[in-house]
């Protein structure tokens, strides 16, 4: 079955075809797909948006579509950047760093021990004949003072996951696609597809 992803981040095309190709999925890029719109992310919630990215590239290009919403969000900062953490910062942010930095900033303040967060991800699935299929996971840790490590993207270098001893960014990328936020997500949606295959075959 071929999927489209409703995004053309490199990360999450990556994340998600290593999971979904055990279930013979191929996942491609909406820009493989020959879908150019940009869907108009206006929820207020991580199922919301999730939706939207799916029903709007599904709508493009006719395909069975797959979309991720997924965010930071900081208990100290009222659940903050969450559905805006792409933008978070506004204009004055342009690059993750910056993103990364101003969060940072904004935490100055807070103690050690208030520093908790946690990623949460949401993964909707759209196919042209009215199916829908929705996961959601997370994972809690909590935010450094500084960064730490070299791999992952966005907020991954200060969000430290306390049983790993580490932050997102010091892990090799095979372990955190077995314990991030999406990957528990996924963890779901797989459950869920099998069930849906075997429920078919009775």
Request: some cysteine; proline content about 5%.
């Amino acid at each position: 079955m071929k999927l489209v992803l409703a995004s053309n981040n490199a990360h999450k095309l990556q994340e998600l075809s290593a999971i979904l190709s055990t279930l013979g999925m191929e996942v491609v890029s909406q820009k493989d797909a020959g879908v150019f719109v940009e869907p108009d992310e206006t929820g207020t919630t991580f199922e919301e948006n999730s939706y939207i990215k799916a029903k709007t590239v599904m709508d493009a290009c006719g395909l069975p579509t797959v979309a991720d919403d997924s965010g930071l969000m900081v208990d100290a900062l009222d659940g903050a950047p969450g559905v805006y953490s792409a933008r978070f910062g506004g204009d004055a942010c342009k690059t993750d760093r910056d993103r990364l930095n101003h969060l940072l900033s904004e935490m100055d303040a807070v103690p050690d021990e208030k520093r908790t967060a946690h990623f949460v991800s949401v993964i909707t699935m759209l196919t042209p004949d009215g199916k829908k299929l929705v996961a959601r996971g997370e994972c809690p840790g909590r935010i450094l003072r500084e960064a730490h490590g070299e791999n992952g993207f966005g907020y991954d270098p200060v969000f430290y996951v306390p049983e790993e001893g580490c932050t997102f960014a010091q892990l090799p990328p095979e372990r955190k696609n077995q314990i991030s936020h999406r990957a528990r997500a996924l963890e779901v949606f797989v459950r869920k597809i099998r069930e849906e295959n075997e429920n078919a075959d009775k």
